[in-house]
């Protein structure tokens, strides 16, 4: 998997265009079912920890602006084995890109940003 670019509709990800925002896992791109950064919880993360083998890695972006998640949220993947990387989705996508190129098990949870296209 490879992030080519994004913008304000979604993302073209290994040659596929997806609109709106994603989940980039290592094998396959799904639709993610959030609006914002506020519908990210340790639910709306569930597909991101049933994942076999297991990804060491979660790079949330959060859209124009690095988000706060709740504490509890991050705690809880953090049990589970999963270290979770919030950033810009700007900086998400470069991230997800250069842990893919050192093959770290790695996921991404990417929505648009706002006003800005890139890459």
Not at 3 to 10: A, L, N, P, V
Not at 46 to 54: A, H, I, M, W, Y
Not at 104 to 116: E, K
Request: neutral net charge; aromatic residues 6%.
């Amino acid at each position: 998997m490879f992030i080519e670019s994004y913008s304000t509709r979604g993302f073209t990800i290994s040659g596929d265009v997806v609109v709106g925002p994603c989940a980039v896992l290592p094998r396959s791109i799904l639709q993610w079912n959030v609006g914002s950064h506020r519908d990210i919880s340790y639910e709306s993360l569930s597909l991101f920890r049933l994942l076999e083998p297991q990804i060491e890695i979660l790079v949330l972006g959060t859209g124009d602006r690095v988000e706060r998640l709740h504490p509890a949220t991050l705690k809880q993947m953090r049990e589970c084995g999963i270290a979770v990387e919030v950033q810009d989705t700007a900086n998400a996508c470069a991230t997800f890109n250069f842990l893919m190129n050192e093959r770290r098990l790695v996921a991404a949870g990417l929505i648009p940003p706002r006003g800005t296209s890139g890459m």
